[in-house]
């Protein structure tokens, strides 16, 4: 079991009541898990509580058994923006994380070009920054967190800041990517329909107790299709869930 979150409780100081409350959950390896919510229901909070970025005000978060007490090597974070460098153009900031790990220059340009191949990137490699699309960069900042190898990836909100059809497109990708690799991954997001395209659980936070309203699992078979009448129902029986959580 690489994460367990057990009693897990986050109270800042300027709020009245906890943002997370008493929070239990177990990803297994290879599980790609999805949070959603109504805004301010704790879900980013609950990412930077894994990712060590924030500390809890109780319980713990277990990765192999170990307890996490701040970042590690072996949880890579993937934001709404995509943080990449425009000094650098798009294999050395895929690199980056790689140079300061010390892994070699020669296994550095394998995995590089291993991961831009599978977003599609490969011709783009040493294009800079600013003439790549928005969608491209977040393609990057995704080939970045791959060449870590951690053993979850967490992912928060990557999508949302771009347009509809771009966003599609790169849960797409996502999915293929994420059926080839079977990472770990822990992702956040407002969208429902995102949530049942990419789980294989839906956690739905509740904005009023901190707690967790609900666990769904997805059983729709991969590749998935937005217009299925599976998917369709069960993105109603969740956005229901969720609108409901929000009232």
């Not at 783009?124 to 969608?135: A, C, E, T, V």
Request: include cysteine; charged fraction near 25%; proline fraction near 4%.
């Amino acid at each position: 079991m690489p994460l367990v979150i057990k009693g897990l409780n986050k109270h800042f100081e300027n709020s009245e009541k906890a943002t997370l409350n008493e929070i239990d959950l177990e990803i297994e390896n290879g599980e790609f898990v999805c949070i959603v919510g109504a805004s301010g229901c704790g879900k980013s909070t609950l990412l930077n509580l894994v990712a060590g970025l924030e500390k809890p005000t109780g319980g713990k978060i277990l990765l192999d058994g170990k307890e996490v007490n701040g970042p590690g090597a072996d949880r890579t974070v993937m934001f709404q923006e995509h943080g990449l460098f425009p000094w650098l153009n798009v294999i050395e900031n895929v690199k980056f994380g790689m140079k300061l790990a010390g892994v070699p220059e020669e296994e550095q340009e394998k995995k590089a070009m291993y991961y831009l191949e599978m977003v599609h990137l490969q011709d783009y490699r040493d294009y800079p920054i600013h003439q790549i699309s928005g969608g491209m960069r977040q393609r990057t900042a995704l080939a970045r967190a791959l060449t870590m190898d951690s053993k979850v990836l967490l992912m928060d909100e990557p999508f949302s800041a771009l347009d509809k059809q771009t966003s599609n497109r790169l849960r797409e990708e996502l999915q293929r990517i994420w059926m080839e690799t079977k990472k770990t991954i822990l992702f956040i997001t407002h969208s429902v329909e995102e949530a049942v395209y990419l789980g294989d659980r839906v956690v739905a936070l509740s904005p009023d107790t901190g707690r967790i309203a609900s666990i769904i699992n997805i059983g729709i078979p991969r590749p998935r299709h937005v217009y299925s009448p599976e998917f369709v129902e069960l993105r109603h029986q969740i956005m229901e869930q969720v609108r409901g959580e929000a009232v």
